[in-house]
Every structure is written in C-alpha cells, then in structure tokens.
C-alpha cells in the first residue's frame, strides 16, 4: 500500500509517500515541501498546487491520498484559501481514480503520538522514530505530510491489499 500524504497549503505544501510493507514496516519513498512564490497570482499558485500534486501521483503510483482536514484558524482569509489548495489536491486525486481519505489534527496527533494534546514538537520528535529518515534536514510541513501518511495506514491499513 502507497500513500500520498499531504498537509495542505497554496504557499507551502508538505507532500510525502510512505508505503507499506509487510505487516509491521513503512517505508519513506519521498518527502519534500513543495513552495510557490509569494510574487505569483494566488490562482497561478493553485496551478502550480495542482501540477506538483499531479506529477507527483504520475511518477509516484500511490494507492490513495491522505490529507489533512482544514484547521479552522482565526484568520478566514488564509482558511478559504488553504481550503481552495485542498480542493485542488482532492480533484488531482480523485481525476487519477485514488480514493481520498481526511484526518483531522486530533485523529493525526494520536495516531502519531498517542496522545490528542501533543504539539508540533512531539509530532516532529516521534516521526524518525516511526519511519526511517534519510539524513536531509526536513521541514516542518514534510513532517505532517508523513504524519498525515502513517495516520492514514493506522486507520485503513488492513483494508487496503498488500503490495
């Protein structure tokens, strides 16, 4: 089973896919946060979203996308155009034909850590220990791209075939 993980934006993309083998072993097989440029037109950067995402499904194969539900913030502007980025993620996704399935922050943090309480530091501490990392410095969102992966084979792994 291969995941394509995403913790969602339009300025920053955490992107990931993670696969899993045999019973008990995930497997890292690409990670990055993908960025657009502030200079561009808000719609070119969705573009530019949807492109990544569709190249990344083509070279990639995953078996479904798993991505990070929208965390109500105070600013709403951010939130509608975060919420837009999803949009065009969840279209690539389903016009490749792989099932979509969301997590929320919680849902993510106890698959993760054990715990619905845990912050952004717990999460980033307990990713290496869950999955193999190759030695490049990775950013944040990348972490919760593969925390949004991992969460998404705890919850539907036994539902999917294995590879």
Same mark, same amino acid.
């Given at each position: ?9 339009? +300025?920053?993309?955490?992107? !990931?896919? &993670? ?18 440029? !502030? ?9 530019? &979203?949807?492109?990544?995402? !569709? ?8 078996? !479904? ?69 190759? +030695? ?7 972490? +919760? ?19």
């Amino acid at each position: 089973m291969r995941i394509l993980g995403i913790d969602p934006g339009y +300025d920053r993309v955490g992107i !990931s896919i &993670v696969e899993k083998v045999g019973k008990n072993k995930e497997v890292l097989i690409f990670s990055e946060c993908f960025q657009t440029s !502030s200079k561009d037109s808000f719609y070119t950067r969705l573009s530019q &979203v949807g492109e990544k995402v !569709s190249k990344i499904i083509k070279k990639y194969s995953p078996d !479904s996308l798993a991505i990070e539900s929208l965390f109500i913030t105070k600013n709403q502007k951010t939130a509608m155009r975060v919420s837009e980025a999803r949009g065009v993620i969840m279209y690539e996704a389903v016009k490749a034909g792989l099932p979509v399935f969301e997590y929320t922050p919680l849902q993510i943090k106890v698959a993760v850590t054990g715990h619905g309480s845990s912050d952004k530091a717990q999460i980033i501490k307990m990713i290496p220990l869950l999955i193999k990392l190759p +030695d490049k410095k990775a950013h944040d969102d990348e972490y +919760d791209a593969i925390a949004v992966a991992l969460t998404c084979i705890a919850h539907e792994g036994k539902s999917f075939p294995q590879k």
